[in-house]
């Protein structure tokens, strides 16, 4: 697994737009921009988790592109009904 994603997993979830700090975010946005591409099937599994509950400014587009450059994707047991709207759209762009 790349350093970038490992660091991402213990920094977890991305805040809400309305609960968050300026220095997660830049965290957050330079730990996935040192992610190269494509991302394994193991990292999708795992950045799939990060998704917060709306699009926090914009990082979640970002984590959303980023996961469907996963060789394997859609990886089923990753679109499993969560909740989340982003999983959600997940698996809608995944039926097209």
Known sequence: MQPAV??????GALPSSQNTDITKLEKFQNLLSDIEKPISDDEARALILLFGPDDCFGIGW?????????????????????????????????KK
């Open 62 to 94: 970002t984590l959303l592109h980023l996961i469907d450059t996963s060789p394997g994707w859609p990886i089923k047991d990753c679109l499993i009904e969560t909740g989340n709207p982003w999983v959600d759209q997940l698996r809608e762009r995944a």
């Open 6 to 11: 490992e660091e991402l997993m213990k920094l």
